[in-house]
């Protein structure tokens, strides 16, 4: 407001109250319950249903956003849908939506989007943005935790770009980066698991089988979203978010099973 006077500060200041919380919150998840790689939809739901649970919840991003295709739906066209039940995360969320046909919802995706990621850091998930993932750190045949570096090494000339990642251990991995399944792609690479690749188009078949699939496919490693669509060789969903949703939901269902054995 008009008059209104700023506290007093310096610009160390303002330097010093990032780095020190931002080194302060990474300190503290070297070690976590959970970390999920990927802040799309599916990836942001597990961590959110994970971290309202009192888990330990860190997700990796590779982009300076998060929320992947759930900000811009559909060929750059910024409405998603979502198909019966998946609305009742809509309603959880307090996301707005109309019903276009009978079963078939539509919302503004900036708006459903922003929603989930509140959901996500109210409940406590914690983030890096601008990270990416390289590699699993695996031991005695269980996936262990993840090594990571900055999104913008991969951007240096290959004579510089001699800079080490680091690790970061967790109980369980879910991997949510979409169809490119980043991660059980790097178990594939070792010849510990084979992925089918993702099919063709069918929306009807592949929510539903996008969910059933949803779970642990080598120990210590959960896929979640079209992951699970690339390592199964189901059909790909297009531009409707429900299977999303409910595969994030599912995700954190079989981690809060498995995190039983830690106890």
């Known amino acids: 407001m008009e008059g209104e006077i700023f506290a007093k500060t ?3 200041d303002v330097t010093s109250a990032i780095v020190k919380s931002f080194h302060s919150m990474l300190i503290e998840y070297t070690d976590s319950d959970v970390i999920v790689v990927g802040g799309g939809p599916s990836g942001l739901m597990a961590a959110r249903e994970l971290a309202k649970v009192g888990k330990k919840v860190l997700v990796i991003e590779r982009n300076n956003y998060l929320g992947g295709g759930f900000w ?3 060929y750059l066209m910024n409405k998603i849908t979502v198909r019966a039940p998946a609305e009742k995360v809509l309603d959880e969320l307090l996301i707005p939506y109309q019903e ?3 079963g078939l919802y539509v919302t ?4 459903a989007c922003s ?3 509140a959901a996500a850091c109210e409940a406590g998930a914690k983030f890096l943005n601008m990270t990416t993932f390289e590699d699993l750190i695996i031991k005695e045949r269980r996936v262990s935790g993840v090594v990571i570096n900055w999104t913008p090494v ?3 000339p290959r004579q510089i770009t001699c800079v080490d990642p680091i690790a970061l251990e967790s109980k369980l991995i879910i991997d949510a980066t979409g169809h490119d399944a980043f991660v059980a792609k790097k178990l594939e690479e070792r010849g510990l698991l084979k992925t089918r690749g993702y099919g063709s188009m069918w929306v009807e078949e592949s929510e539903d089988a996008v969910v059933n699939h949803t779970g642990e496919v080598f120990s210590g490693l ?3 979203g079209m ?3 690339t390592v199964f060789g189901l059909p790909r969903m297009g531009p409707t978010f429900g299977g999303m949703l409910l595969s994030g939901k599912r995700a954190a269902e079989v981690a809060l099973e498995k995190l039983k054995g830690f106890e």
């Open 222 to 224: 959960i896929v979640t």
């Open 72 to 74: 811009i739906g559909g």
């Open 154 to 156: 991969q951007a240096l």
């Open 115 to 117: 929603k989930l990621i």
């Open 227 to 229: 992951a699970v669509t």
């Open 100 to 102: 276009y046909t009978k």
């Open 108 to 111: 503004d995706g900036p708006h």
């Open 10 to 12: 310096t610009e160390k």
